[in-house]
Nanobody, 123 residues
Framework: QLQAFGGGLVQAGGSLRLSCAVSGRTSNRYNMGWFRQAPGKERMFVAAVTWNSNSTRYLDSVKGRFTVSGDFAKNMVYLQMNNLKSVDTAVYYC??????????????????WGQGTLVTVSS
């Protein structure tokens, strides 16, 4: 199970850190992803990290602003978001897929999803 939290309202240029609590994980072969869905748009990839590693991947438009990381001993994954822009406004979801180690998983390959947390960036 995944539980995402940490969203909120922030002014453009501000920062937020999203957290995802992971439970029920049975393997270290585990991929974590962050996705977002803006109103009226499809859910899209934002960032990914493989469990117990520093291997990461980002959507081009968030590179240099967002950082995905994990405190794997505590079963937590984070998305630090800096210099937020109005286009970052969306519901953010954490997702997981066990059994493989691959940063480039398509969205439909993620099998577990958190409930989403809303990030609103005001301009």
């Amino acid at each position: 199970q995944l539980q995402a939290f940490g969203g909120g309202l922030v002014q453009a240029g501000g920062s937020l850190r999203l957290s995802c609590a992971v439970s029920g994980r049975t393997s270290n072969r585990y991929n974590m992803g962050w996705f977002r869905q803006a109103p009226g748009k499809e859910r899209m990839f934002v960032a990914a990290v493989t469990w117990n590693s520093n291997s990461t991947r980002y959507l081009d438009s968030v590179k240099g602003r967002f950082t995905v990381s994990g405190d794997f001993a505590k079963n937590m994954v984070y998305l630090q978001m800096n210099n937020l822009k109005s286009v970052d406004t969306a519901v953010y979801y954490c997702a997981a897929r066990g059994g493989v180690v691959a940063l480039y998983l398509p969205i439909n390959e993620y099998s577990n999803w958190g409930q989403g947390t809303l990030v609103t960036v005001s301009s």
